[in-house]
T-cell receptor, first 110, second 116 residues
Framework: DQQVKQNSPSLSVQEGRISILNCDYTNSMFDYFLWYKKYPAEGPTFLIS?????DKNEDGRFTVFLNKSAKHLSLHIVPSQPGDSAVYFC?????????FGKGTLLTVNP | EAQVTQNPRYLITVTGKKLTVTCSQN?????MSWYRQDPGLGLRQIYY???????DKGDVPEGYKVSRKEKRNFPLILESPSPNQTSLYFC?????FGTGFVNEQYFGPGTRLTVT
């Protein structure tokens, strides 16, 4: 049973446009939500997080939206840059335990 | 420099030969965790530790052991490795807020393990 789903294995966007990465979950127990970025041959790096009591959090070009009723999390990157090309993982947490999605490969074309 | 180190970075071993992958962090973080990354499966949590002497199972703990005797170290032990444990392993650490909330984790560079 897959509790966290990133249904798009890959996404391609033009430089300067918006990138929207999505994550759906099935279990209401999660109370905090994070996004990580991963380049090849490196460990993941933290991008942004949101707690279950909020529906939006912004940090520069990155905005995370949480829709608890729909059990849906999204990451918006505006404007997208070629350096944003990486695999993006959503991670959902509850009581110290984290469950990651399978990841979405984002390619930003110059 | 704040970092998480893992050793070895690459390891090829044979079925049944016990091995340990070490993980160390220099940020005085309470929380440490191990993950494995497999194609098409993303990152899956193996074990985590909320503090010294406190560990718990993640989603895929079978075949692994951990210990947390010191705050900075969190070794991953494979008592009898099998080919299905061939994977890319990551260690991570983080502060916690005592409420079960784990925010920004710092990840190590990864250990690529092959079990033949």
């Amino acid at each position: 049973d897959q509790q966290v789903k990133q249904n798009s294995p890959s996404l391609s966007v033009q430089e300067g446009r918006i990138s929207i990465l999505n994550c759906d979950y099935t279990n209401s127990m999660f109370d905090y939500f994070l996004w990580y970025k991963k380049y090849p041959a490196e460990g993941p790096t933290f991008l942004i997080s949101i707690s279950s009591i909020k529906d939006k959090n912004e940090d520069g070009r990155f905005t995370v939206f949480l829709n608890k009723s729909a059990k849906h999390l999204s990451l918006h990157i505006v404007p997208s840059q070629p350096g944003d090309s990486a695999v993006y993982f959503c991670a959902l947490g509850s009581n110290y335990k984290l469950t990651f999605g399978k990841g979405t490969l984002l390619t930003v074309n110059p | 420099e704040a970092q998480v180190t893992q050793n070895p970075r690459y390891l090829i071993t044979v079925t049944g030969k016990k091995l340990t992958v070490t993980c160390s962090q220099n940020m005085n973080h309470e929380y440490m965790s191990w993950y494995r990354q497999d194609p098409g499966l993303g990152l899956r949590q193996i074990y985590y530790s909320m503090n010294v002497e406190v560990t718990d199972k993640g989603d895929v703990p079978e075949g692994y052991k951990v210990s947390r005797k010191e705050k900075r170290n969190f070794p991953l032990i494979l008592e009898s490795p099998s080919p299905n444990q061939t994977s890319l392993y990551f260690c991570a650490s983080s502060i916690t807020f005592g409420t079960g909330f784990v925010n920004e984790q710092y990840f190590g560079p990864g250990t690529r393990l092959t079990v033949t």
